[in-house]
């Protein structure tokens, strides 16, 4: 049985580290977004009331080495929408390679929810779980044809096109500015639209 928002968010404050194998303190920086990630991963009508968004997905600004990808780790099984990690610089090396198949891109593939048997226990018997894309920023544009493809930006405007916003989510160094710089206004607007936006600077917890 999943846990409820009080039961997820207690059990994360106190195995953390045991879960995901790393000295995990948790303060003041981080004990807030994990209060919220805890409501939006159970439904809690919580989250909602602190002004956020159950049909949007969550994008998670903040730090080198401010735990982002742990967070995310916790909490990819879920009874919302379980989810795969995928970091955004092996996706553009992939890139290549879908895009020599005549009948799908690579914008179709990480836009699209992973289909699931509706017997998996694992995923809470999900017909669908999606994608959080990890570090935002750090993958490389990739050559299509001697033009510069920036692949992560096709690949967010692809899923704008498709509205399952919810099902995807994204983490970051990148601020809004340097968002911009890389991807384009238009890319940064509609990330407003599909994600709800958190900035977790919390201390480098790498050290």
Not at 125 to 132: L, V
């Amino acid at each position: 049985k999943p846990f409820n928002s009080d039961e997820l968010i207690n059990y994360c404050e106190n195995i953390f580290a045991e879960r995901i194998g790393i000295d995990f303190e948790f303060d003041s920086d981080n004990r807030k977004i994990v209060e919220l990630l805890g409501w939006y991963f159970t439904n809690d009508v919580r989250f909602e009331e602190a002004g956020f968004s159950f049909n949007k997905g969550l994008l998670i600004m903040g730090n080198v080495g401010s735990g982002k990808t742990n967070l995310m780790q916790f909490f990819q099984k879920n009874k919302k929408c379980c989810y795969t990690i995928k970091s955004c610089s092996s996706i553009a090396d992939e890139f290549l390679l879908y895009d020599k198949s005549s009948d799908v891109g690579i914008e179709d593939v990480y836009s699209t929810p992973i289909e699931k048997p509706l017997h998996d226990p694992a995923v809470f018997f999900q017909k669908y779980i999606g994608y959080c894309f990890d570090e935002l920023g750090t993958e490389e544009l990739k050559n299509n044809f001697g033009n510069k493809k920036n692949v992560m930006a096709d690949i967010i405007m692809e899923i704008y096109k498709k509205k399952e916003f919810s099902k995807f989510h994204i983490t970051t160094n990148l601020d809004n500015a340097e968002i911009e710089a890389r991807y384009g206004t238009r890319v940064r607007s509609r990330l407003r639209e599909m994600f709800n936006v958190f900035v977790y600077n919390g201390k480098d917890r790498r050290k």
